[in-house]
């Protein structure tokens, strides 16, 4: 036996042989037989998803004499003098094992049982399928896949009441405004930081911790300043970049700019022991694809693990994109975050396209331009007024919340000739001149979920879905999951007598579809297959259905009226109450302040959400997490409305509207992306159009929806449950359209403390 085991050994046998309870959180894969003396398990991800060829393990002891008898191999070579006993369990070592092979691996204990791991490379893939490519890595990288030296920065907060942020920091150099700072567990530093920056999953991540210089620190004897708490940031808008880029940090990022009066909920953190993680990927503006996101999270998390040490809980927090970011996680891939903090929110990324594709049909059939932002005559030469046009919409301001939609959201993130990041110009798509060029949308972005579009689909057998550039090309274009047919543009103010029985008519007969490049057509546009169920399957589109084991608070101001609806927020509470009949894990704060409520919700809410999993954390019960979570919730966290708790803002203060969709009779939950359709009826409700249409006016309705209308009493077409943990790749490296589920496995051990997870004892130790 090597010197570190004998040393191991030697605690061992001081401490009483029984040894305190294991801090194991999940089942191993192999627990062995009665006689084994040992377990070895992961704790820093599942043992089929490590990446960067090293992974951090536990080995669980019987009694102080199996250490005597101890030897860890990785692949018949022995490793043993990585282990480290634990000060809180003598029985318990952990090691961060280095040196793995691509591919599987096996570490195995002499007395005890053997585990595969399977590890990938650095820069990924491990779940989302082939690279997107092209990809432009930073200046320096060390080859194709951007990997990078890490490199380590210093920070520090100033008390200095001009100096708002982190200030660069030279250890050799110490600044004489250090600030100081209490953790939340008491102990008082210097407000000193230190900033990891390195590369994986092809770009960069951030890591800040609260560090006391020229002290080692790490996963098994971390600094004790360290509460063991992770929070996630990220970033606002949708785009999808071929390119590097730098993590978001600030709370609002890439949305609005913060007010340098209000700390940033980062610094908080970091000023109560937290650390902060942030990648580029986690920024929606960059990389508005989920399954990516959630790898690069997910890879991110796991280093972080392996050099930091195990997590007791990991909350998100962001604004727009940074909210769409979390709820996506959260029902996509749950266990990546045990609370989210979300404000300026949208669920999803295709509720919204919806509704922005809805406002980019209706802008161009009323003739708004950003050069014409008045236009009272439509392109068929109906005239509509400015009142009109907005209850069209659903929104007061709806012809100006539409613009900013179109323009500084919905066109670029959705048209293919956009320009994007790590893409030239000549390379980039053009219908003209380059129609096999770089698709810079979104939509191709995520075409690993999304999938193909199908040229004859087995729900439109007599249709050729292909554009003449497909039929050209030789392949089809990534699928539009959206859809407006059977849509009656206008209902609700026809029978409210709005707008009437022509202008209602001339509108739906005339405002037609989108095809690939995001041109107007003549036609509906119909949603493609397998596009449409796959955005309902991936999570692309927020089902919600996995939700229920996540606490959120949710902050929410007045709408606005820049495409960040007040009602975007609510379509997640009211998603959550049809599904789970009650939100009793949404917690919804309201305020005047608009978009965020208030610009202290941000730090307030990070105080909140810890006392909630606190709280859950210290529930050791079988009891379901989802239970958990609504019988730990603190009473003093609880919705409120500007201060005020127990009550949320009235709807009406927070000004919350409806969507084109809701104002053609959709029902209030914003994910009806293509209804199912029922056949047109001359008997149903169109105000005063029941009376005063001729003959002629009801055969060209009739035509206009000639295959049917939206039947809103149904879910939307082709909605199934969002499937957790899919991979979008098979054992050759091979796209799996729409992705297949990975082989269950329990929650990875390190990544949360045992309330949130399946908790697990050795035999042993079992009654």
Known sequence: MNTKILAIAATLMLAACGGSSSNSRAQPPHTGPASDRAIVQVLSNRPDLVSAGDVLIEVLLKDAQAAEDLTLRLNNVDVSSTLQATTSNPLRLLGLVEGLSLGENTISANIGNSITVINHPSGGPVFTGPHIQPWKCQDGADDEDCNQQVEYLWLYKSTNPTLSGLQPYDPENPAADVATTTTDTGETLPFIVRQENGYQARDQYSIFTLHKTGEDWTAIQPQSQWNRRLLVTHGGNCRGDHDTDSPPTDDYAGTIPGNPLIEQSYITALSMGWSVLSTAQLNLGHNCNLSYQAESLMMAKEHFIEQYGELRYTVGTGCSGGAITQNMIANAYPGLYQGLLTTCTYPDVMSTATQFADYHMLLRYFGITADNPVAPTSRDGTVYAIP???????????IVNATVADTALFGEAVDPASACGGVSAEERFDQDTNPGGVRCDVISFMENMVGERERVPAAD?????????????????AGFPLGNEG???GLVPLQQGTISPAQFLALNT??????PSLNVTAGRMKADYPALPNAYRTGILNTVVNMDTVPIINMTGPDPGAAHDAVHGYWVRWRLEREFGHRDNFVHWGGLTALVGDLNYMNQSL???ASWLDAIEADTSVTPLAQ??????????????SGVPGQMCPEELMTVFGTPRTQAGADKYGDQIQCQLKPFSRTDNYGLGNTLWQEADWLVLEQTFATGVCDWSKRPLAWQRTVTWLKYQDEKGDVITGGEQMTPANFPVGWASPAFSKTWEPSWQQP
Not at 388 to 398: A, M, P, R, T
């Open 510 to 515: 005339n405002i037609g579809g989108l095809d």
């Open 461 to 477: 057998p007599l249709s050729d879905r292909w554009s003449q550039i497909e039929k050209d090309l030789g392949y089809g274009f």
């Open 628 to 641: 958990k979570i609504i019988v730990n919730k603190p009473a003093s966290v609880q919705d409120q409305c």
């Open 487 to 489: 849509v009656q543009y």
């Open 607 to 609: 105080v909140a959400m």
């Open 388 to 398: 009109q046009q907005n209850e069209i919409y659903g929104h007061v301001n709806g």
